[in-house]
């Protein structure tokens, strides 16, 4: 099994930087990519971004040039820098793994959420 555990939220002014943290432990070698989804006041689960096993990352349209994806020895904890952060960035950040399951990719953990609030 993999556990996921979150760090790094906080109160931050409108143009400042925050660094979230996804430690993860357990079985980390079943990990096949990991993402970072938020959810802001009152609205849905959005991807924000993601890093696979190869390195590749994608991001949201939204924080695209803002944000960056990371990871440190191999799967040990992955990071969302987030730079020129904006009050719509307002939200609780999840981090979630996707496992390795034989010849399939499934759903796993998910981290249980930090809270990052952007002011005006």
């Known amino acids: 099994q993999v556990q996921l555990a979150e760090s790094g939220g906080g109160l931050v002014q409108a143009g400042g930087s925050l660094r979230l943290g996804c430690a993860a432990s357990?079985?980390?070698?079943?990990?096949?990519?990991m993402t970072w989804f938020r959810q802001p006041p009152g609205k849905e689960r959005e991807l924000v971004a993601s890093?696979?096993?190869?390195?590749?990352?994608n991001y949201a349209a939204s924080v695209k040039g803002r944000f960056t994806i990371s990871r440190e020895n191999a799967w040990n904890t992955v990071y969302l820098q987030m730079n020129s952060l904006k009050p719509e960035d307002t939200a609780v950040y999840y981090c979630?793994?996707?496992?390795?399951?034989?010849?399939?990719?499934?759903?796993?953990?998910w981290g249980q959420g930090t809270q990052v609030i952007v002011s005006s």
């Open positions: 357990g079985n980390i070698f079943s990990i096949d990519a």
């Open positions: 890093i696979s096993s190869g390195g590749s990352t």
């Open positions: 979630h793994a996707l496992l390795k399951s034989g010849a399939f990719v499934i759903s796993g953990p």
